[in-house]
């Protein structure tokens, strides 16, 4: 059974750095697309980030990009996002999700596995 679990979120202000980690059990990081997507109360969950698992360069919503960098550790089966200049609209829960394959993919219908989740606040 495939398992993620997000680390990492806290309460910060506006302008810090947060590093996210995801790790994967269950499976290795080959043949396995993972990606954050990001959940406020009320509203849809919303892409964030996606990376494949054939050194393809990493995707970013128009919202965080020039402000996130995703990247993966095969070695300890690990995905992480590093978000700087953190903005309270960054408010969020932040959730990791897996799908196998090899196409990355940008909507929350297409991944198959979830974390629970971890809380990110950025006061102003």
């Known amino acids: 059974q495939v398992q993620l679990a997000e680390s990492g979120g806290g309460l910060v202000q506006a302008g810090a750095s947060l590093r996210l980690a995801c790790v994967v059990s269950?499976?290795?990081?080959?043949?396995?697309?993972m990606a954050w997507f990001r959940q406020t109360p009320g509203k849809e969950r919303e892409f964030v980030a996606t990376i494949g698992w054939l050194n393809q360069s990493p995707y970013y919503a128009d919202s965080v990009k020039g402000r996130a960098t995703m990247s993966r550790d095969s070695a300890k089966n690990t995905v992480y996002l590093q978000m700087n200049s953190l903005k309270p609209e960054d408010t969020a829960v932040y959730y990791c999700?897996?799908?196998?394959?090899?196409?990355?993919?940008?909507?929350?219908?297409?991944?198959?596995?979830w974390g629970q989740g971890t809380q990110v606040t950025v006061s102003s």
């Open positions: 999700a897996g799908r196998t394959g090899a196409a990355a993919r940008t909507g929350a219908g297409d991944y198959s596995t």
């Open positions: 269950g499976r290795t990081l080959s043949e396995y697309v």
